[in-house]
């Protein structure tokens, strides 16, 4: 079993505090982890403080080729980050290769934005006490990034962050969750070996509920980036002050599936959209409003899919579906599934629990104020009901506290774009699932989903400052 240290101003540090990293399907152990303390934090910080200047005299040029060499790395290491993520967070394999080659476009469209990140002139004439002027804007790295990040995509997520912060000219401490720490810790190296300055990267792993607030609360950090669940981001937001905040949260997504839906096309891209990594995605389908008429073969068809779907050992290449992050996670979906039954729900597949495992679920009519309804379940479970008309659907869609995306199946356009203009989410997939990412794409969510927007481009934006220039030169 490797042991591995925390990545601090360019080197391992270990803590003697070592906390074991394990796969959760089976509770192997995999590897082991120092975890950080106030000291390391500190060290961290200062190091990322030290790095600042640094990273901000850097060229665009110089800053897109350090990313450029990480992405030509990670490509290289493919196999080896796959089978990291794979075994700390028990995403199958499949999976795990596909999150590390869209690991590698994040780096990759980073990489692009450090050559494009540029101000704009204004016209300062536009008003009349302007004459004699001009104005230009120039974009300023905001200094040190705190970037804080969940276990459901360790490598691609945390990247969202890194990479457009260094595209920006920042230096950044970056705390992973504490289940999936090791891709991490290989990210910094990788970084490290691309020629990325010594403290621009720092990597402390350890309990969220130790190290979070003196991260979040300390003074040198500019802005803190976020992703995870909605009680942790709503207790940074109030922790943060005037720092910058990006808040990239959960979600129940819910697709909606219209008469005139292609019923085959639908059903085959709905069952992955729903149980990949368990639903321990945050655009996982967890509401299906099917209509009426095609309720029948739309749901026989989903339910054979289901059904067909192999669970196993994650690092099996055959396996679909692995575990959940933990058994007490299992464990609280499991009560949801029961809570939802004693409610009146019907349970068309799966509900049964191993350990950690949990059997891709489907129910119907689950009532509306049920948990698995209401909130964000992050296991595999899909609820079902039908509904009449394109308004009952739309305001069931809408019935959420949460907006990060959500999708139609439909032939219609009207039907199309009426859901689209009247959905209260991020994004809106037509004739795909809410499940659909690009790593281009501006992401983010309204309501209880968030604040701001990843996707390199947009988070290069966030991660800079733009100051105003103004020249008056007829005085
Ligand atoms: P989580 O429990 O909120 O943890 C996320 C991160 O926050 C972890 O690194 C965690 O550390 C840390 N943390 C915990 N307490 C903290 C505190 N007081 N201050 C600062 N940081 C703290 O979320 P998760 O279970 O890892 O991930 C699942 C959630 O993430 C779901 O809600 C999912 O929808 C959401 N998510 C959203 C997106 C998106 O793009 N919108 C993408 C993926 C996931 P520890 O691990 O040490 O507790």
Redesign the pocket.
């Known amino acids: 079993m490797n042991e591995y240290g925390l990545w601090i101003a360019g080197r391992q540090v270990r803590t003697g505090r070592v906390e074991t990293v394990t796969t959760p399907y089976d509770g192997a152990p995999f590897a082991a982890i120092h975890l950080a303390g106030g000291k390391e934090l500190e060290a961290a910080v200062q190091a990322a403080a030290r790095a600042k200047p640094v990273m901000r005299s850097l060229t665009a040029a110089a800053r897109s080729d350090i990313l450029y060499r990480a992405y030509h790395l990670l490509l290289e290491r493919k196999d080896l980050f796959a089978q990291t993520i794979s075994s700390e967070s028990g995403k199958p394999l499949r999976e795990a290769l596909l999150e590390t080659e869209r690991a590698a476009l994040t780096i990759l469209f980073s990489a692009e934005e450090a050559h494009r990140l540029a101000g704009e002139v204004v016209p300062m004439d536009a008003a009349a006490a302007g004459a004699g002027r001009m104005a230009m804007t120039v974009r300023e790295p905001v200094g040190v990034i705190a970037a804080?990040?969940?276990?459901?995509?360790p490598l691609n997520?945390s990247l969202h962050k890194i990479a457009p912060a260094i595209a920006a000219g920042n230096s950044v401490v970056h705390?992973?969750?504490?289940?999936t720490p090791i891709s991490a810790i290989l990210l910094a190296r990788l970084f490290h070996e691309a020629g990325l300055p010594e403290g621009a990267l720092n990597v402390v792993a350890?309990?969220?509920?130790e190290v979070?607030?003196p991260?979040?609360e300390d003074p040198r950090v500019a802005m803190v980036t976020?992703?995870?669940?909605?009680?942790?981001?709503l207790?940074?937001r109030q922790r943060a002050g005037l720092k910058r905040v990006t808040l990239?949260?959960?979600?129940n997504s819910a697709l909606i599936v219209h008469h005139d839906a292609d019923v085959e096309e639908c059903a085959a891209r709905a069952v992955p959209g729903a149980f990949a990594h368990s639903g321990?995605?945050?655009i996982s389908i967890q509401r299906i409003l099917v209509h009426r008429d095609i309720a029948v073969p739309f749901t026989d068809l989903f339910l054979r899919k289901t059904q067909s779907l192999k669970i196993g050992h994650p690092l099996d290449p055959a396996t679909q579906v692995s575990s959940l992050?933990t058994h007490s996670e299992a464990a609280r979906a499991e009560r949801w599934i029961r809570f939802a039954e004693a409610g009146g729900a019907r349970l068309l597949a799966g509900g049964n629990r191993t350990g950690a495992t949990i059997q891709p679920t489907v129910l119907a009519d689950v009532a509306p104020e049920a948990d698995l309804w209401r909130n964000?379940a992050?296991a595999p479970v899909a609820c079902f009901r039908t509904y009449e008309t394109l308004d009952e659907a739309v305001s069931l869609m809408n019935a959420s506290p949460y907006g990060?995306q959500a999708g139609i199946f439909t032939r219609s356009l009207d039907a199309a774009f009426e859901a689209a203009l009247q959905a209260k989410v991020g994004g809106f997939l037509i004739n795909d699932v809410p499940q659909y990412r690009l790593d281009h794409m501006p992401?983010?969510?309204v309501k209880l989903?968030?604040i701001g927007r990843?996707g390199p481009k947009y988070a290069v934006e966030e991660m800079t400052e733009p100051k105003l220039i103004s020249w008056r030169w007829k005085p």
């Not at 976020?226 to 981001?233: D, I, K």
């Not at 990239?248 to 979600?251: A, P, S």
């Open positions: 804080i990040t969940p276990f459901n995509f997520l705390k992973p969750a504490t289940s350890g309990h969220g509920s979070g607030d991260l979040v976020f992703t995870g669940s909605a009680e942790v981001g207790r940074i990239e949260l959960g979600n321990q995605v945050c992050i964000e992050f990060l992401y983010g969510g989903s968030g990843e």
